[in-house]
């Protein structure tokens, strides 16, 4: 693997079940235990694949129709159950539904038009986050020492 390909965050301990992830170009976005009273409106670990999964998509199905029209209304949502069996805690029954609409006019025909297509190839083929979850691609989890 190259450079070119690596994606990073580091994921630091701000407090008691909180956490704030930091990306290379300095991002960050706060997260932590839906238990935590103080960090109640914070997006849970589980929330944040959730979001991951409808934002990739988002971006990708938004380009192709955004060249066309700007859209009168853009929301995805994401949801899944999350169990606990014999293969430990998972989300399963992972749904991703767009609700889109364009105003009239000529680009917005064609926006209209190409949304579902937009929506498969972004599922099938684009979003990383989805192909990664459908592919079932092994994590490797180590402990430095220090």
Known sequence: MTDNTLRSVTVERTGTGRFVATNARGGTVAFGSSSDPDAETEFTPVELLLAALAGCSAVDVDVATGRHAEPDR?????????????????????????????????????????????????????????????????????VEEG
């Open 74 to 142: 853009f929301t995805i949502a994401a949801s899944g159950h999350k169990i606990s069996d014999d293969l430990g805690n998972r989300l399963t029954d992972l749904r991703v539904t767009f609700s889109v609409s364009f105003p009239d006019g000529e680009g917005a025909e064609r926006a209209r038009a190409i949304l579902p297509r937009a929506v498969k190839t972004s599922h099938d083929r684009l979003c990383t986050v989805s192909r990664t979850v459908e592919t079932g691609t092994p994590v490797t989890v180590t």
